[in-house]
């Protein structure tokens, strides 16, 4: 059997690089691995050794060294082996740092990242006052009349816990419209100058379908918006130029990739930021690899169903899913629950669509040949979903166009019974660490004592073989895989609050969160056999990283610093330290 896997082992290499010699063995035992006698000198290729290396790979979780060539992995074994092998390639010393596959987040938004460090970043502002000081810092720089845009605003972080208004903004800002998002997306803070550009009369009792406008006393627009209400002020926001779309794209990137991201997941892609992502990726201007999800059921998605699926060979662009919604965010209390939230009786949240409009939108992408990835954060969404899923998979059975790994993207808040459903209807609970870790202080108000127990629940799904993809859900929390690493194992905040962790029962192993945040997250996007691990074969993507994330102290894994990010074999960010 040894012989054989040999065999296999030299037999893909000699694929990945025709006429090349052969290289060691892929395995992890180096006293087996084997080495071409008739090596003979190779400039191009590159041998990366004196490093703490981890390859997401079961069969072969670390080794000493790799190759790579032509921006693919060529080979793994010994530093001695592989200098035999290609002698006159490239040593990388990396001086004793630690080495892990390139890694991906399973859910953000790159535009909306790229937006989020144009416009005022209002994440981590400790009360109004605060975002009124942000505010007023921007509005000088900015022409009479331009509105003033931002996002991150959280007030379950505020000294004075309570939705805001538009009169907190109105004094500072009488004449500029100021229109600020919520940190989850699902809710905008809107001044008075802002509404008036409504065109439908705001006052009143009614409220949209799957949403809410908050109203004070007098049945007037307090200044909140949820969910689908968002629109009624989104809607006339001056629209960007493809310039300052695709300006706000590169700025992302330079951000992923300083973090150690060499792929993430776009949680819905309108047309236009696709068509933008492709003029990128054709001038090599795309530094990270993004898997695109249409943004529901528009003009995107109808573009893939006329065209068929998008997948890149070079797997550096591809379009073959969807993103959907069910609810809304907890925070906001949009989130749709079986039962009224804990702490505001009454409110069951919202379900975005409904559940006979999300089976259609569901069904129709499927059928296409599309990945169908839901949003669903409450236990009702989620069962929706579910409902959702299940309806979509029975439709296709007899399509062999259907095809499979749906995803719930959040999975936030399940059902005890509901569990067993994602299993049942193999599906990908994509989850996002640092959501847990900035919920904590709050959600058990939410939910109560009892339904928390199936949140952010991730050894539930892995003790039934549910797969995980791992992300962050940026620029909602911040772009920072090392932080979402540290939230999966240890479920602590930076001051390493709560001793022992956040119900700690759920906290991830170190493996499983890696593997999370790279062959998981390759697998919930078809692209385990290009991405995710370091194998002879895949794309040459990996992370050096300063200290080894897999054993030092948790609150070590903080202090960690990316020291290089590389995509096929190519450095897109190395550190100036």
Partial sequence: MKKLLTLLSLSLILSACQEQPAAPSTTSDTQNAKVSPTATPLSDVSIVHNATIYTSDKAAPTVQAFAHQGGKFIATGSFDELQQAYPGAQNE?????????????????????????????LRGTGSKADV?????????????????????????????????????????????????????????????????????????TWQPDGGEITRDKNKQPSGVFVDNAVNLI??????????????????????????????????????RVWRLLEELKQTDALKVRVYAMADGANEMLGYLCDNGLKVDPDAMLTSRSVK?????????????????????????????????????????????????????????????????????????NTNSRNPGRHRIEHSQVIAAADFQRFKDLKLIASVQPTHATSDMYWAEDRVGSERIKGAYAWQKFINLGIPLALGSD????????????????????????????????????RQQALHGFTLGAAYSAF??????????????????????????????????????????????FASSE
């Fill in 93 to 121: 010393d990396l001086n004793g740092a630690t080495v892990v596959p390139g890694i991906i987040d399973a859910h953000g938004h790159l535009l909306g990242l790229g937006q989020s460090l144009v416009n005022v970043d």
């Fill in 132 to 204: 009124l000081e942000a505010l007023k810092l921007r509005a000088k720089t900015m022409l009479d009349g331009q509105w003033l845009l931002g996002r991150g605003w959280d007030q379950n972080d505020w000294d004075v816990i309570e939705l805001p208004t538009a009169a907190d903004l109105d004094d500072a800002f009488p004449n500029r419209p100021v229109w600020l998002e919520r940190v989850d997306g699902h809710a905008g803070w809107a001044n008075t100058k802002a509404m008036s550009v409504a065109t439908e009369d705001l006052s009143g």
């Fill in 234 to 271: 989104q809607a006339h926001v001056p629209t960007e130029t493809d310039a300052e779309l695709s300006n706000a794209l590169k700025l992302a990137m330079q951000k992923t990739a300083s973090v150690g991201l060499t792929g993430m997941h776009d949680a819905g892609t309108s047309l």
């Fill in 324 to 396: 959907l919604y069910s609810d809304g965010a907890l925070g906001s209390r949009g989130a749709a629950l079986l039962s009224e939230y804990s702490d505001d009786p009454k409110n069951v949240g919202l379900l975005i669509e409904s559940e006979e409009t999300l089976t259609t939108h569901s069904k129709r992408a499927s059928g296409c040949g599309l990945q169908v990835n839901i949003h669903a954060i409450g236990d009702r969404g989620n069962r929706v979903t579910l409902n959702v899923l299940e309806a979509a998979n029975d439709t296709n």
């Fill in 474 to 509: 940026f620029p909602v929390e911040k772009p920072a895989p090392l932080l979402g690493f540290y939230a999966a194992v240890a479920r602590q905040d930076a001051k390493g609050w709560p001793q022992g962790g956040w119900y700690p029962q759920e906290k991830l192993t």
């Fill in 527 to 572: 692209q385990e056999d290009q991405l995710g691990s370091i194998n002879v074969g895949k794309f040459a993507d990996f992370v050096v990283l300063s200290n080894d994330i897999m054993t030092v102290p948790e609150q070590e894994i903080l202090n960690t610093k990316v020291l290089k990010t590389v995509i096929n074999g190519e450095a897109v």
